[in-house]
């Protein structure tokens, strides 16, 4: 579960495959902060284009598969919590 800007988005999970090897892997720090980073900068108003953008980006930069996220904004409606994703 990655925080980001609380005042946007409560929260945005995302789950990825990738083949493993001994000289390449992810690191999820450098995922965290893009994230971070992009959710700040860019300002979606939408969940929909949220989804979107970061599918895409994920996609572009990272030899990834079964792409999964899921983001909350809690702050729409008073009595539950709004959810979109992918899957």
Known sequence: NKRCNHYLFNSLNISFNYVF???FFIDYAEVST???ST???QKFLLLEDAILYIENLLLHIYPIT???I???KPDILKD???TLSNY
């Open 34 to 36: 893009l994230l971070k």
């Open 21 to 23: 090897a001994k000289d």
């Open 70 to 72: 899921k983001i909350s």
């Open 66 to 68: 079964n792409l999964q």
């Open 39 to 41: 959710m700040k900068t």
């Open 80 to 82: 539950c919590i709004v």
